[in-house]
Every structure is written in C-alpha cells, then in structure tokens.
C-alpha cells in the first residue's frame, strides 16, 4: 500500500482522533532532519527503526482500583509495544543492558523535575512498590521502543538514561490527553455507589462504554473487567513519525459481560 493510500485511509480517522503532538526534545532535532515526519508506523518495512518505532502497535492500558488516585482519574497500568501483527514481545523485553532496577532514582534525577510527583500520582503499584512497578513496565515495554534506543541521540547531547523519563513523561502525557473519566462522564457514565442486592441497578453496559470512548476519539477500546467491575480501560495506538501517537480500533478482546459496576473510589 502506497503512501498516498495510506493517508487517504487514516486521514478521518486522523481528525476524528485529536492527534497528541508532543514537541520533540532539542537533542534529537539532528536525527530528525534525516527522518520522514509522516511515516505511519507498520506501514514500512523500510524505515528506520529510530525514525519510527519497529513494533508499532501499541496498547495503553489505564486501570480504575478504588485504592490509588485521584477520584477523579484512571492511572496507567502501562503503554506496551507489540509486533505489527498484535503479538505480545519477549517477557524479558528487549534491551538487557538497560534493564534498570533503579528507575524511581533515574526519574528523581533527571531533567524533568515534575515527573516524579506525577508518576506518584497517576501511576501508582497496587502492590505497594512504585520502584518495582516502574522498574517492571521499563524492563518489559520501554526497552522495546524502538526510537528511544540510546543510538538514536545525538551523541553530542545525550545523557545516559534520559530515555527513560521520555518514556513515562510519554504515557503520562497520552494518560492526561486521552482521558477516560472525562470521555465516559461527557456521555452521562460516572462512578457509582458498590452495587448491592440481586439486581442492582448502578451499573452500566458494555456497549455504553465503548460507545462513550468512540466519541469521544473516534474508535472503541477494550473493556476489561474482574467479575462484573469493571478494571481496565485499552486504547490502542499506532504512531505517526517518531512520536505523534494517534488511536486506533482495538486488535484485543473484551473480558467484561454485559452489564458492568464502575464503582466510586473510596
């Protein structure tokens, strides 16, 4: 499929998706004037996998525990690259020279001085361990982005590790742009008491859901659910350039039944 096809296809889906464009940091401005800015990615075999990310289908899972966060947004599980093809990547990830165990100390001191209190607050463990949960989704998902690999820097600029506050400022910034609790509470779903009784009535349908996600950006997530609650919200993205990611229809499968209790946060 040719390019001009190509745009022609995702063209309205690019308009309906409210595209988040993120500013490229300055010291990756010398690789990027060698680098096709509206390269879809999936879509080429031919370029380069620091021009636009290899696996370049990703899935943003956003989760709903009444425990963690503000009660008024869904926090990150995690943003995850798969195959072209919607295969999951090696568990281990994909770089172990940059498998850090230090995470929360690398964010800590890095150039954004704000992402440590973000990460605190919209990506916090549900186990208790913010270091080990970070650590986790780097190892596993980070290491596999392809245009955060170190070689993709400008050696003159580059300081070690800086790729991966970009990763999470990254997800934070889709997190805070996609925004679930406002998508589903602009079409008339909010959190409810816990459900009680046989038949409870706060609840809402699975197609209510996907019908509020799709207007809001255009396409349908996946709903995942823990017995009827409601648990966790996918988008799914693929990317345009290095870093303009933008939605798509989703490539898993909802885990919900038909009726869903989305319950208010303690």
């Known amino acids: 499929m040719n390019f001009l096809k190509v745009f022609i296809l995702y063209a309205p889906l690019l308009a309906a998706a ?67 093809k919607g295969k999951q990547l090696p568990g281990g990830g994909c770089d172990r020279v940059r498998s850090y165990t230090n995470i929360s100390s690398i964010i800590e001191h890095g150039s954004d001085r704000q992402l440590l209190d973000d990460m605190n607050t919209y990506w916090p463990s549900n186990k208790g361990d913010n270091n080990w949960f970070w650590t986790h989704e780097w190892v596993k998902h980070g290491t596999c982005v392809t245009t955060l690999q170190p070689h993709c820097y400008d050696p003159a600029s580059y300081k070690p590790q800086q790729e991966v506050s970009e990763y999470f400022r990254k997800v934070l910034d889709l997190r805070s742009h996609y925004d679930i609790y406002k998508a589903l509470n602009s079409s008339g779903i909010v959190p409810t008491e816990p459900e009680s009784g046989r038949r409870p009535k706060n609840t809402y349908t699975l197609k209510q859901f ?17 017995g009827r609650r409601m648990q966790e919200v996918w988008l ?8 303009r990611y933008y939605p798509v229809d989703p490539w898993g499968a909802d885990t919900c039944p038909k009726r869903i209790s989305y319950q208010r946060k303690a």
């Open 210 to 226: 996907k019908d509020a996600v799709r207007a809001a950006w255009g396409v349908e997530p996946n709903v995942k659910c823990r």
């Open 18 to 84: 409210s595209v988040v464009v993120v500013q490229t940091p300055p010291e990756q401005q010398r690789e990027l004037q060698t680098c096709p800015i509206d390269a879809i990615s999936c879509e080429s075999t031919t370029v380069d996998a620091c021009c636009s990310p290899a696996n370049g289908l990703l899935v943003m899972a956003l989760q709903w525990d009444g425990r963690y966060g503000p009660s008024d947004a869904f926090t990150v599980h995690g943003l995850w690259p798969d195959t072209c």
């Open 236 to 243: 799914w993205f693929k990317v345009i350039g290095r870093d």
